[in-house]
């Protein structure tokens, strides 16, 4: 398959009989169609479905009624399950049957809607009406740190002499984080505990963090693994990606400077990762490639395991992300958001595909639903900021909220919500819909040791 063709399912003029599908503002048009697992309210069972404006098409029904033939409707067999892993597993060609198959099912067919009035009954349900669920069972996260700029930011507020280590500009840095803590948007954030040390204390204290953050991210879905011990030559690398989805790498900053040497961070990071709900193919988006990040004069060119020519011509994806951020107060007052940056996904330094070969590059396999996040997306503006840490300058510039509340890091009650869109001249804009979370209270202490039963806000929802 030719890793990157537009074809009838990105024409911008493409309509669907599904009447939200064709609003301008719709995150998800016909030319989207991004995957991921809903449920009936209290349902146990999550469906896999497909977002098309305000509303899921239900594969296994529609497959059921009869929507797709050939190979879209072998790859919606394999949507039977409550993740989408299984089609994941199948791989890219999976992927781009059915969403090629539900773009046929839900494309505008005048002849049909004048038969059967609104299309097809029974297939589709309303988002509002249903529950978002995971919609991976992801069982290994890896997060990179593939912004030049955040890593020369954050760089310089931990090691002033010393912000960007030789290191970078030759390998794809990253750590191991933890799937376990992930969960998808909606739900709450509870503020964790850790061991802190101030620069003018001799001893460290434990305690609620005091400089809880976001990191606005994306994360890019493995389909089909490889073996241990096979690694991922860069130019198959795309074969083994799937979809997209926005990613936040809550932290607490406090915790991080005093643990993360030498082994980078650990409890600062794993405590909670939120992730939005659907997942845009990788095929969906096409239209959006672009160059690799042009690397300034006097910089190392990447080793050749890490050098792909089609990669240098499209291996970025242009993706627009915002953050946005609500406090308690702000919605009792019925203030609207306020957006604190926009960063763009082609001011990564390293491709999704770099990622892939460099994480293979020793033999490590990568298996089916792995998550490989980008690391905070920062810009070189300061408006393009993708994380509080860089945006207070570790807590030394506040900034004003429109209720007149002061932020350096996050408070209880804060409510922080990350978008995504796909926006290009000749080109349907598609999006990512949101992945939101609000900050709960530390769950509270007992004796210093324990804690009892989590705060009333805090117990679980999806
Ligand atoms: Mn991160």
Same mark, same amino acid.
């Given at each position: 398959?030719?890793?990157?063709?537009?074809?009838?399912?990105?024409?911008?003029?493409?309509?669907?009989?599904?009447?939200?599908?064709?609003?301008?503002?719709?995150?998800?048009?016909?030319?989207?169609?991004?995957?991921?697992?809903?449920?009936?309210?209290?349902?146990?069972?999550?469906?896999?479905?497909?977002?098309?404006?305000?509303?899921?098409?239900?594969?296994?029904?529609?497959?059921?009624?009869?929507?797709?033939?050939?190979?879209?409707?072998?790859?919606?067999?394999?949507?039977?399950?409550?993740?989408?892993?299984?089609?994941?597993? %199948?791989?890219?060609? %999976?992927?781009?049957?059915?969403?090629?198959?539900?773009?046929?099912?839900?494309?505008?067919?005048?002849?049909?809607?004048?038969?059967?009035?609104?299309?097809?009954?029974?297939?589709?349900?309303?988002?509002?009406?249903?529950?978002?669920?995971?919609?991976?069972?992801?069982?290994? *996260?890896?997060?990179?740190?593939?912004?030049? *700029?955040?890593?020369?930011?954050?760089?310089?507020?931990?090691?002033?002499?010393?912000?960007?280590?030789?290191? *970078?500009?030759?390998?794809?840095?990253?750590?191991?984080?933890?799937?376990?803590?992930?969960?998808?948007?909606?739900?709450?954030?509870?503020?964790?505990?850790?061991?802190?040390?101030?620069?003018? %204390?001799?001893?460290?204290?434990?305690?609620?963090?005091?400089?809880?953050?976001?990191?606005?991210?994306?994360?890019?879905?493995?389909?089909?693994?490889?073996?241990?011990?096979?690694?991922?030559?860069?130019?198959?690398?795309?074969?083994?990606?799937?979809?997209?989805?926005?990613?936040?790498?809550?932290?607490?900053?406090?915790?991080?400077?005093?643990?993360?040497?030498?082994?980078?961070?650990?409890?600062?990071?794993?405590?909670?990762?939120?992730?939005?709900?659907?997942?845009?193919?990788?095929?969906?988006?096409?239209?959006?490639?672009?160059?690799?990040?042009?690397?300034?004069?006097?910089?190392?060119?990447?080793?050749?395991?890490?050098?792909?020519?089609?990669?240098?011509?499209?291996?970025?994806?242009?993706?627009?992300?915002?953050?946005?951020?609500?406090?308690?107060?702000?919605?009792?007052?019925?203030?609207?958001?306020?957006?604190?940056?926009?960063?763009?996904?082609?001011?990564?330094?390293?491709?999704?595909?770099?990622?892939?070969?460099?994480?293979?590059?020793?033999?490590?396999?990568?298996?089916?639903?792995?998550?490989?996040?980008?690391?905070?997306?920062?810009?070189?503006?300061?408006?393009?900021?993708?994380?509080?840490?860089?945006?207070?300058?570790?807590?030394?510039?506040?900034?004003?909220?429109?209720?007149?509340?002061?932020?350096?890091?996050?408070?209880?009650?804060?409510?922080?919500?990350?978008?995504?869109?796909?926006?290009?001249?000749?080109?349907?804009?598609?999006?990512?819909?949101?992945?939101?979370?609000?900050?709960?209270?530390?769950?509270? %202490?007992?004796?210093?040791?324990?804690?009892?039963?989590?705060?009333?806000?805090?117990?679980?929802?999806?």
């Amino acid at each position: 398959m030719p890793p990157h063709e537009i074809d009838h399912t990105h024409a911008p003029a493409l309509r669907s009989w599904v009447a939200s599908a064709n609003e301008p503002e719709t995150d998800f048009p016909i030319q989207n169609l991004p995957f991921g697992v809903f449920a009936p309210t209290g349902q146990v069972a999550g469906r896999v479905g497909i977002a098309i404006g305000d509303r899921i098409l239900d594969v296994a029904a529609a497959l059921d009624a009869g929507a797709f033939t050939g190979a879209a409707r072998d790859a919606a067999g394999l949507c039977r399950g409550p993740t989408l892993n299984a089609l994941f597993a %199948a791989g890219r060609q %999976a992927t781009r049957a059915l969403r090629t198959g539900a773009s046929a099912f839900l494309a505008a067919d005048h002849a049909r809607a004048a038969r059967e009035g609104a299309g097809p009954t029974g297939v589709l349900v309303r988002m509002a009406d249903v529950e978002l669920r995971l919609p991976v069972a992801i069982g290994d *996260y890896t997060d990179f740190y593939a912004s030049v *700029y955040h890593a020369t930011n954050v760089g310089a507020l931990f090691r002033p002499d010393n912000p960007l280590l030789p290191n *970078y500009k030759h390998i794809p840095i990253g750590y191991h984080g933890r799937a376990s803590s992930i969960r998808v948007s909606g739900g709450p954030v509870i503020r964790p505990h850790g061991q802190t040390r101030s620069p003018d %204390a001799v001893a460290p204290v434990f305690g609620p963090t005091r400089a809880l953050d976001y990191e606005a991210e994306m994360g890019f879905f493995i389909g089909r693994g490889n073996a241990l011990g096979e690694p991922i030559p860069i130019d198959r690398a795309e074969d083994h990606l799937v979809g997209v989805c926005l990613v936040n790498d809550w932290s607490a900053r406090d915790i991080q400077s005093w643990e993360y040497q030498p082994l980078g961070p650990f409890l600062a990071k794993n405590f909670g990762t939120t992730i939005s709900p659907w997942v845009v193919s990788w095929e969906a988006l096409t239209p959006f490639r672009a160059p690799a990040f042009v690397r300034p004069a006097g910089d190392p060119a990447p080793l050749p395991y890490l050098r792909s020519e089609v990669d240098a011509r499209l291996g970025a994806i242009d993706i627009g992300i915002e953050v946005l951020l609500r406090s308690r107060q702000m919605r009792d007052a019925e203030i609207p958001p306020v957006r604190l940056s926009r960063g763009r996904l082609t001011d990564l330094y390293w491709t999704p595909a770099q990622m892939v070969a460099h994480h293979t590059s020793n033999g490590c396999d990568l298996r089916t639903g792995d998550l490989l996040a980008s690391g905070t997306v920062s810009g070189p503006t300061p408006d393009s900021l993708g994380c509080l840490l860089e945006l207070t300058a570790r807590g030394a510039r506040p900034f004003m909220l429109p209720s007149g509340e002061q932020r350096t890091f996050l408070e209880d009650g804060d409510e922080v919500t990350m978008r995504a869109r796909c926006e290009r001249s000749g080109a349907a804009t598609i999006g990512f819909g949101t992945c939101r979370g609000t900050i709960v209270p530390a769950m509270p %202490a007992r004796d210093g040791a324990g804690w009892s039963a989590p705060l009333p806000g805090a117990s679980a929802s999806p």
